[in-house]
């Protein structure tokens, strides 16, 4: 057993800690995809690990994990730091970025990769698409990548059925990674900052749900437009909530926002490179465990281990929060689908030009009356704001009103950084005019007679 002293002291060096460094700002954007087949038949993950081999050399870029069968998962270039990988599947492609200052010079990068990959997709008629759910998922192979991190989800993942008996709701889809696909940004944070940010933007994610859900699991649940939530919460990372979703609780200090990292879980950890998954417990409970008893791939099966907790441990801790604090003093804005691929710079540049606004944010979320104050917390207001229809209590004029002030912040906030960026956030203009988001979008389109290749078509474009 571990002093939990100790352990709150190695939880704030890892977390808190970073964010006192002085250092520039920068952006990190990274945008899974869908990899489409549009014959209508599975991917052939042989044609991918022959196109990933071509990539990697025509761009200079330098392997930098294999799986267990000796495929590239991902490749790294030297110079750029960007990064060419899967994401759970080969049927999920991720173009991550190195970090950068200004928003023009990742799209010219991102706008480059893309073209070659559709280029060298369309020989075999596949394309990518902006996407958040595969549309073409019921023909694809449903494997993880073969290695001990994916293996250990999957098994994580499907483990759910063990566990039955708590007062909780779970789907029945735990493969949801293999085909579902984000945009994601990380921007640096800085100490003082803080808590005003994680606030700020916990109360903002009703709203990012008005403005970018594009998760319709088309044929199982059409009344969410952003079915990825209910994907993470119900699934096995959600047995304890406070390692997914949002912040429901405002936080009033550092202490808070420690309290709160304290009360998250940690279901896996590694041993002589060996990935071991068990039941979620609380990161502090599990020091003072005497052992846990995990499972864990032999090459065959699955067996079960006893594992001694190590104060080295506390690199596994994994959470999945919309606003996710970092080990690098960054926070992962993680909550927005992947948007249409000619969107692809929206959800980095709209919470980019908010980053510095972050105190006018909270006063302006705090004094609305158009979804707060109706008797629900930011996090049911999410809940209700992904569907297909408004809640009740919502005026649509009003709370359009209000997403179009909180752009206007952002482009105030983008216009003082001085790099022209404020251009990207053209789209939601058009969003708030039509009412629409990429999800309600395609509904309409679908209902209108347009075929879901249409719509794949038109959410390829660059």
Not at 372 to 397: C, T
Request: glycine residues 4%; aromatic residues 14%.
């Amino acid at each position: 057993m571990i002093q939990k002293e100790l352990v709150k002291q190695k939880l704030y060096e890892k977390y808190i800690e970073p964010t006192k460094r002085k250092r520039e700002d920068y952006i990190g954007v990274e945008i899974e995809m869908p990899i489409i087949n549009l014959k209508k038949q599975a991917v052939d993950f042989d044609i991918i690990h022959k196109f990933t081999k071509e990539f990697i050399d025509d761009f200079g870029f330098e392997i930098e994990e294999l799986d267990d069968e000796g495929n590239i998962i991902s490749a790294i270039s030297p110079i750029t730091k960007d990064i060419l990988s899967y994401d759970c599947s080969y049927n999920n492609l991720e173009l991550s970025f190195g970090r950068e200052k200004d928003k023009d010079t990742i799209y010219a990068r991102f706008e480059k990769y893309y073209k070659y990959i559709q280029d060298e997709f369309s020989k075999f008629n596949y394309t990518l698409s902006g996407m958040g759910v595969n549309p073409y998922r019921i023909y694809n192979q449903n494997k993880p990548i073969p290695n001990g991190r994916y293996r250990m989800l999957f098994n994580h993942l499907n483990s759910f059925k063990k566990y039955l008996d708590l007062p909780m709701h779970f789907h029945d889809y735990p493969n949801y990674g293999l085909f579902s696909s984000a945009s994601q940004v990380q921007l640096d944070v800085d100490y003082d900052n803080l808590i005003t940010t994680i606030n700020a933007f916990s109360k903002l994610e009703p709203i990012n749900a008005l403005l970018f859900s594009n998760s319709v699991f088309l044929g199982e649940n059409e009344d969410l437009l952003c079915c990825r939530d209910y994907f993470w919460e119900n699934s096995m990372h959600g047995i304890n909530p406070h390692n997914i979703g949002m912040f429901d609780c405002e936080l009033k200090g550092i202490e808070d926002l420690q309290a709160y990292i304290e009360s998250t879980s940690i279901y896996c950890v590694e041993r002589d490179k060996k990935y071991i998954n068990f039941k979620p417990i609380n990161i502090i409970e599990y020091f003072a465990q005497e052992y846990v008893i995990g499972e864990y791939f032999d090459g065959e099966k699955y067996k079960e281990i006893k594992i001694i907790p190590r104060l080295e441990d506390i690199n596994y801790l994994r959470t999945f929060k919309f606003e996710d604090l970092t080990f690098r003093g960054t926070i992962e804005f993680r909550s927005v689908c992947c948007q249409p691929i000619h969107d692809s710079m929206l959800v980095a540049a709209f919470h980019l030009g908010l980053m510095k606004q972050a105190d006018k944010l909270n006063e302006l979320l705090d004094n609305d009356n158009s979804i707060y104050h109706h008797g629900y917390n930011a996090s049911e207001l999410r809940k209700l704001l992904v569907k297909k229809e408004l809640p009740y209590f919502v005026d649509e004029d009003k709370v359009y009103e209000l997403a179009e002030e909180i752009v206007d912040l952002s482009k105030k906030g983008l216009i003082e950084r001085g790099f022209g960026e404020e251009k990207y956030l053209e789209p939601l203009y058009e969003r708030i005019r039509n009412r629409s988001n990429p999800g309600r979008k395609m509904l309409k389109l679908l209902e209108n007679g347009s075929k879901i290749e249409d719509v794949i078509n038109e959410y390829s474009k660059i």
